[in-house]
Structure formats: structure tokens, C-alpha cells
């Protein structure tokens, strides 16, 4: 199982506090640094700053590990600027970029900022059709597309091949399946296996289907959680955690326990990982809210 550090920059921490997360992961051996991609948040304004933008001063100051946007979605930018920012980080980088691609979900974020909101319906479309765009415009000599939304007819400079194409969401059938399809990593939040494993197999018989081998697509998982080095360290973080909502710590625990959030100790939360694994899962990505240095050290550093 590979591990991965991902941060919520829209819910507050400057570019700096991202240099020194993203450094952090590299010297403490992570695969992987991920960001979202979102320009506000329901409680009010914090920096949330731009996912593309700051990744190019990161893939600079960084030497081995991925940066991955999760994700970003279409409503924000047009497909060829997703392809050319990617391409130009992917350079920057040195091959060491990944792209997520979404439909978009906060209403707010666009409302406050004027930007379009087509329905669902809408937006699954378009990602329907961005994802092969992209795919083209980053790996064809000459990429060629049309549908109703996108199209391209273009030799695009520079061609990035190594950049890895993720899809993420919860859905149980269409996201798997358009995974299958197009992408290089199928990413969902944190969930039982139980819940997973037939989405993964809703992946690989998508792969098998349009002449792709399942086992080239990597599997993932979002989500933070509770834990502590050991028993009393791990009952210490529950406990504040459970006050800050007015639970009882086996309320809480027993909500975990429910939604699948890895929780206990290290060594419990191996054991989760382990029957994570077990049903496909390869790639943990660490959730830490807030993302200064401080906290990344308290939240990740056990796992380390």
C-alpha cells in the first residue's frame, strides 16, 4: 500500500505552508502529494489558492515525488487549458505530474465567483468527453476529437505521456466505468471494502472491455482518520475529536467504524489498510486539514 500526503488548500494555509507539506512527504518517503482544486468553501473565505498555479513553484522546489490535483473540475476551465497546464507541469516537473479530472460539485463556489453550473446530467456529459480530450491532446502526435461540448483538431506541443489521467467520485457504476475506460487511477473517499470492492470490479470489467489491462489502473483512496501511536495516544485524539461534535467517543468510534474511516492504532489502521488492499486498493491518500507543518507532523507523522 502505498501512502500519499493530500491537502484542502480552500480551507485555509498559504503557498508556503504547501512547500513545506509537499517537502515534508518527499524526505519521509511518500509516493505521492496531492491538492484539491477549489476556489472557496461554504464557511467564509480562506486563501484557496489556484491548484495549477502553485504546483508550478512546487514541482520546482521538489525532485521525486507526484503532484496530483484531486481533482479538478471541468467547470472551471476549458479542456485545452487543463491539457497545456498539464503538459507545462509535467515538464516543470520533470514527468512527475498527475491530473484528476471531476465534474465540479460546490454550487457556492461557482455562484459566488459568476462562474457556469450546468446541471449533473450536464457535467457527466462533459466529463464524458473531456477525459478522451485530454488523453488525446497529451499523448497523440495529432490529437482529433469532436463531441457535442469539446473538440480539438491540433498538433499539441508539448506532448506529456507521462502524465497520469485520475478519476474520482463516489458513484457505484458510471465513474468505475468511465475509469475503466480512460484513466490511468480511479480514486473514492475512504470507504469499507465491502463498499469498494464491487466498484473496483465495476473498473475492471470496464478496462477488460475497451481493451485495457485492469491491473495498469491504479486504485485509491481519500480520506483522513483517527489513530495515535498507541492505545492511549489513539484514545486522547478520539476523545477531542468526538467533543468537537458533541458525540460520545464510542458514538464517534462506532460512526467510523460505520463509513469505513480508518481509526485505532497504527497498528489497527495496518490492519485496515491490509483489507483495503486486499480488495484492490494500492494508493492511500492521507488526508490532513489543516495543511501547516505542525499538524502534517502530529496527523502523519505515526504513520511514518
Known amino acids: 500500500m502505498e501512502l500519499a500526503l493530500m491537502t484542502e488548500p480552500q480551507l ?26 477549489h ?12 491548484a495549477f498555479t502553485t504546483f508550478g513553484g512546487i ?19 476549458h479542456p485545452a487549458v487543463i491539457a497545456k497546464s498539464a503538459a507545462s507541469l509535467d515538464e516543470m516537473s520533470g514527468g512527475r505530474f498527475d491530473l484528476g479530472l471531476g ?6 463556489e461557482h455562484e459566488v465567483f459568476g462562474l457556469p453550473f450546468p446541471d449533473w446530467s450536464e457535467r457527466f456529459e462533459r466529463l464524458e468527453e473531456a477525459l478522451p480530450y485530454v488523453r488525446k491532446a497529451l499523448r497523440d502526435d495529432h490529437a ?8 480539438i483538431d491540433a498538433s499539441v506541443r508539448p506532448l506529456a505521456p507521462s502524465v497520469g489521467l ?10 468505475p466505468r468511465l475509469a475503466g475506460r480512460w484513466a490511468d487511477e480511479y480514486n473514492a473517499f475512504t470507504a469499507p471494502p465491502e463498499t469498494l470492492a464491487p466498484r473496483i470490479a465495476e473498473l475492471r470489467r470496464s478496462a477488460e472491455e475497451h481493451g485495457r489491462d485492469p491491473s495498469q489502473i491504479r486504485v485509491s483512496v481519500m480520506g483522513g482518520g483517527f489513530w495515535g501511536e498507541d492505545e492511549a495516544a489513539y484514545r486522547e485524539e478520539l476523545g477531542a475529536a468526538a467533543a468537537k461534535r458533541d458525540l460520545e467517543p464510542s458514538e464517534f468510534e462506532a460512526k467510523l467504524a ?47
Open 12 to 37: 485555509g494555509g498559504t503557498y508556503q505552508d504547501l512547500l513545506d507539506a509537499a517537502k515534508w512527504a518527499e524526505d519521509h518517503g511518500f509516493v505521492a502529494f496531492a491538492r484539491s482544486d
Open 39 to 50: 476556489y472557496y468553501w461554504s464557511g467564509g473565505p480562506a486563501d484557496a489558492n489556484d
Open 59 to 77: 514541482a520546482r522546489e521538489t525532485s521525486t515525488i507526484r503532484l496530483v490535483v484531486l481533482v479538478s473540475p471541468l467547470t472551471f476551465r
Open 103 to 108: 465534474t465540479g460539485w460546490m454550487e457556492l
Open 144 to 151: 482529433t476529437f469532436s463531441g457535442e461540448y469539446y473538440r
Open 166 to 175: 485520475l478519476v474520482g467520485g463516489s458513484g457505484p457504476k458510471r465513474t
Open 258 to 304: 460505520e463509513r469505513g474511516t480508518l481509526h485505532g492504532t497504527v497498528d489497527q489502521v495496518r490492519s485496515q489498510l491490509a483489507a483495503l488492499e486486499a480488495v484492490g486498493v494500492d494508493r492511500w491518500y492521507v488526508q490532513v486539514i489543516p495543511h501547516d507543518l505542525e499538524n502534517v507532523e502530529r496527523v502523519a507523522g505515526p504513520l511514518v
